[in-house]
């Protein structure tokens, strides 16, 4: 008997029960849920100095950095945390219903941000808590997005389905850098308020119009994984975040006793979750998945083009604000905004290429597009490295498109790759541990980008920063101490749109002549004083992105063959497992995992 196309999904034919407009709602609404989501993971990174001012706190003065950081890694850090466990929620209480609550608990966050009221660091506090909530709402969308457009989609039109997702999601991260830019100098209240109204219909039109096709498995929870994944993975996420502080004479943490025992003690953690995964009976954290070789070697792949991705977003930011605007006749309080601007060329690569190979992979495979994609974006960095620090903006521009176009490609034929090579009942679990895989690099990607950015400054700035001084007045015994201060204060305060040298003068300013202290804080003296010593750690901190993506490439070219399934005289058992959603792929459709000599479908993992 052939299998019969229409029910070779079982999660398709229910879509398609409920009208052949059903798949297109479901994503367009998990659309808007992910460029919501990862808007607001970016647009506070323009609007920090706007927010600071406005609950008067100054995140440079020593004792506040800690605040500068939660402010934008802490919805990173607990949205990574939390997805595989709303992932496996989803699977087993509802996609859709897991997927609503996470749209509710981000509006409520949003409306809570919104009405802040308080000052200082009370202020800061009040905001980091409702990031921290925002997080666990953008935990439940990421974890549950892919999974609803998986379900809603037969498996020949996910690639170009998930392109779409995966376009809301990173150029969401870029729209939220203009957006910040914009709103927050109006008013910083607004950075928030723009995601309440949006939140509150998503939920609505969510609540009434999605409904759970997936296959949903009842199921204990895991309690001791739950604990054992959080436990470790935020040990290690905090451990990075504090190893980016200056500690004792160090200009990094990373030896701080404090920041050694969470990383290593979050790592001992996560191991033993794995050994406790293996045990259990319904484990939070799918190993077995890790079996299925399209599954394994794409999360790795994605692992590593997130890791080369992540940092480089504030280095292009730091490169912008701290000396090319600058150079170029902006004042360093305008920085912010047209940093964003002038990486719209990015997002547009990113969004040329990412539906482009959503389509075509559906028609061709996607080996060719994640290899191709990994490779393109590596170039890119290579190309970015022999880019003068003060360049013609067009290079810059073709340069950075590239490099959008490179992950637009790789992204969406990746992930629709993963999502299909799982079986259905798996795929809220599968999407959790993906996101959590992204979401995870990002954070590393920050932790290592700065990390060998600040090594690179280390070698050279001290020196460059002494003689500038001296030169234009500054007394030897002030310019010593300050040139060896660390230098993650002055890419914070390039970031943040501060007239760095300002910053680490303050009321020394006054001893110099007018003239001196004009040009000191003015535009020219410190891009040109961090010109060689910024290109020097750029180069280090790109040669590992080049590396990261290498790496992608190899990964994405072990995913696996895809063969065909013959079309003809399938075993009843074949026909009936595919109806009951057992099989996540269609009669003719390539499928990763079969041996070429094999007519037998894959074997499912626990």
């Given at each position: ?194 995601s309440a109204p949006i939140g509150v219909f998503g939920t609505l039109w969510a609540y ?399």
């Amino acid at each position: 008997m052939a299998v019969n196309p229409d029910v070779a999904d079982a999660s398709a034919q229910a879509g398609g029960d409920l009208g052949p407009r059903y798949k297109w709602i479901a994503l367009s609404n998990t659309t808007l849920g992910m460029l919501m989501a990862t808007i607001n993971q970016s647009i506070v990174l323009i609007a920090l100095p706007d927010v600071f001012h406005g609950i008067g706190l100054n995140p440079l003065s020593p004792g506040n950095t800690s605040y500068l950081l939660w402010m934008f890694m802490g919805f990173l850090v607990v949205s990574a945390v939390l997805v595989v466990s709303f992932g496996r929620l989803g699977d087993m209480f509802g996609r859709v219903r897991m997927y609503t609550l996470g749209f509710a608990i981000f509006s409520v966050a949003s409306i809570f941000l919104t009405v802040t009221w308080m000052h200082g660091a009370d202020g800061a506090l009040w905001l980091i808590i409702w990031r921290v909530v925002q997080g666990i709402g953008g935990a439940f969308l990421f974890a549950n997005a892919a999974a609803i457009v998986t379900d809603a989609f037969p498996a020949s039109q996910r690639g170009r389905a998930l392109s779409v997702n995966s376009i809301a999601a990173i150029a969401g991260s870029f729209i939220g850098l203009i957006l910040g830019g914009v709103l927050a100098p109006v008013n910083w209240h607004l950075i928030f308020l723009v995601s309440a109204p949006i939140g509150v219909f998503g939920t609505l039109w969510a609540y009434f119009m999605l409904h759970d096709i997936g296959i949903r498995k009842h199921a204990q929870m895991d309690w001791w994984g739950n604990l054992l994944f959080a436990a470790g993975l935020v040990s290690i996420l905090v451990g990075i975040t504090y190893g980016l502080l200056p500690y004792g004479g160090h200009p990094m943490g990373w030896t701080s006793p404090f920041v050694l025992t969470a990383l290593f003690g979050g790592f001992a953690l996560l191991v033993i979750f794995v050994y406790v995964e293996t045990k259990v009976a319904e484990p939070l954290f799918r190993v077995s998945l890790f079996k299925i070789r399209a599954f394994a070697a794409g999360n790795v792949a994605s692992l590593m083009l997130a890791m080369g991705r992540g940092g480089m977003q504030f280095m292009l930011i730091i490169w912008l604000q701290g000396i090319w605007l600058p150079l170029h006749g902006y004042d360093f309080s305008q920085t912010p905004l047209w940093a964003g601007i002038y990486l719209v060329p990015l997002t547009v690569g990113f969004l040329v290429a990412a539906p482009l190979s959503g389509v075509l992979s559906d028609k061709f495979g996607p080996k060719a597009f994640t290899v191709g994609g990994a490779l393109l974006t590596g170039a890119s960095f290579l190309l970015l490295i022999f880019v003068p620090v003060n360049f013609s903006y067009w290079e810059f521009a073709l340069v950075i498109a590239l490099n959008g176009f490179g992950s637009g490609l790789f992204f969406s034929p990746n992930w629709a790759e993963m999502m299909n090579s799982v079986p259905a009942d798996r795929r809220g679990a599968a999407g959790g541990m993906i996101a959590t895989f992204q979401n995870s690099a990002f954070v590393l990607s920050i932790g290592i980008f700065f990390t060998l950015m600040v090594a690179g400054l280390s070698s050279k700035l001290p020196a460059a920063m002494f003689s500038g001084l001296t030169a234009q007045g500054v007394p030897a015994a002030t310019a010593a101490p300050i040139s060896h201060l660390p230098p993650i204060g002055v890419l914070f305060a390039s970031f943040l749109g501060y007239n760095p040298v300002q910053q680490l003068l303050g009321p020394l300013l006054h001893n110099l002549s007018p003239a001196h202290a004009s040009y000191v804080t003015g535009r020219q003296f410190f891009p040109h004083l961090i010109t060689a010593p910024f290109h020097s750690g750029l180069g280090v901190a790109f040669g590992f992105a080049i590396a990261a993506n290498v790496i992608a490439a190899i990964a994405s070219a072990l995913t696996g063959r895809r063969t065909k399934v013959p079309a003809a005289r399938e075993p009843l058992g074949y026909e009936l497992a595919a109806v009951a959603g057992e099989g996540s792929f269609e009669p003719g459709e390539l499928v990763p995992g079969i041996p070429e000599e094999s007519t037998e479908p894959p074997d499912q993992p626990g």
